[in-house]
């Protein structure tokens, strides 16, 4: 699935990313991750995910390949949920530029919205990080209000 023009340049943004997976038993697994890069593919993103901190997260991937992303811009709550087939490979120096340039960005925006620093601190980790590639076959518009849960690009 291709992304639009809008949703290329929400995920831009400094976000708060929560990454949902469940295990070949169903059993759910969350984690945060720590940064989300465009490659050229239109319908792909690559998202950066700690695998010191989320190894259930991590593992759950490997062994199911899906995952369901949810990205929130904290300044308005706008959100968007992406779901579909997922794969991990270990990053790069590249990968970890843009995750070490992801944190300091979403760092600075949380404090700018009163958040202490040290209060998000342990949630922004890229220790031991793992890429999740992430195929989008689903996007939903999660922001709160009357057009939550509708399928993203369709009329309300």
Known sequence: MQLDEGLKQF?????????GTAGAECRPAIARAVGVFLPSEGG????????WQWPETIANIHDTGRLAAT?????????????GKAW?????????RRSDHFIDAI????????VPGMIAAPWL??????????????????T?????GRTAGRPS
């Open 11 to 19: 995920l831009k943004k400094p976000l708060m990313i929560i990454v």
């Open 44 to 51: 792909h993103i690559d998202i950066t995910i700690s695998s």
């Open 125 to 142: 980790t890229n220790r031991d990080a793992m890429v999740a590639t992430l195929a989008v076959s689903e996007i939903y518009v999660q």
């Open 144 to 148: 709160p209000g009357p057009n939550a």
């Open 107 to 114: 760092r600075a925006e949380l404090i700018d919205l009163g």
């Open 71 to 83: 990205f929130v811009c904290p300044s308005d709550y706008v959100t968007y949920q992406m779901k």
């Open 88 to 96: 991990l490979r270990s990053p790069d120096a590249d990968d970890y």
